[in-house]
């Protein structure tokens, strides 16, 4: 999406570690008007699909998540981050390798909220390596739940996240594909 990566041009900082910070309108502070419009090209590419539940993990996907959900006037599910201990057979639990903070996650949804009715586009800010999508995916099957796709805002299309996605057979849809951040520069994939 022509907008989102000129935005990302205009506003992006390349960070240590191959982090690439879009706080000023993405995830920290969020500019929800653009959010929006990303919000509505997603839904032109899921509308026909019958999503009935937008997922996201916290925190960094909620805002996106909870404006795509408007589209398709949905409930918006937020997977929260806990401890392994003190879990209960009331939820359905996945791990998942924070890329961010380089630490195992374990994602957590009640059961009350996620269920085989359920047809669930997943949504979050970044694709990296995948570990977060996939262990949303994860929860979905434990909750008979049919994935119908996965949809981030930026991803980062020289690691891993994409091609397993794909090779689940998944719908993937990414609205900016950086293809190569070097020296602070910022290319995407054609
Ligand atoms: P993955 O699980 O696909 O490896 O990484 C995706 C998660 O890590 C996202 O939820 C996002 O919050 C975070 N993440 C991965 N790469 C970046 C990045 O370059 N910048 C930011 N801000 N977050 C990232």
Redesign the pocket.
């Known amino acids: 999406m022509r907008l989102l990566e000129e935005k990302i041009l205009l506003e992006g900082k390349v960070?240590e570690g191959?982090?690439?910070?879009?706080?000023c309108f993405?995830?920290h502070q969020m500019d929800v008007p653009f959010l929006a419009k990303l919000a509505k090209d997603i839904y032109a590419h899921y509308k026909d699909c019958g999503v009935n539940k937008v997922l996201t993990?916290e925190a960094?996907?909620i805002g996106l998540a909870c404006l795509t959900a408007q589209f398709f006037n949905c409930k918006m599910l937020v997977a929260k981050k806990g401890k392994t201990s003190n879990i209960s057979n009331e939820v359905y639990t996945a791990t998942?390798?924070?890329?961010?903070h380089q630490k195992e996650n374990t994602l957590i949804v009640s059961k009350q909220y996620l269920s085989k009715e359920d047809k669930v586009l997943i949504v979050?800010?970044?694709?990296?390596?995948?570990?977060?999508?996939?262990?949303l995916i994860d929860i979905c099957k434990q909750a008979g739940a049919e994935v119908k796709g996965v949809s981030?805002a930026?991803e980062?299309s020289y690691?891993?996240?994409h091609d397993a996605l794909v090779a689940l057979g998944l719908d993937v849809y990414s609205l900016a594909r950086?293809g190569k951040?070097e020296n602070g520069k910022i290319e995407f994939v054609k």
């Open positions: 960070l191959d982090v690439l910070k879009v706080d993405l995830n993990v960094s996907g998942a390798y924070s890329y961010t979050d800010d970044f694709l990296a390596n995948g570990n977060a999508c996939l262990a981030c930026v980062k690691q891993n996240g950086v951040m």
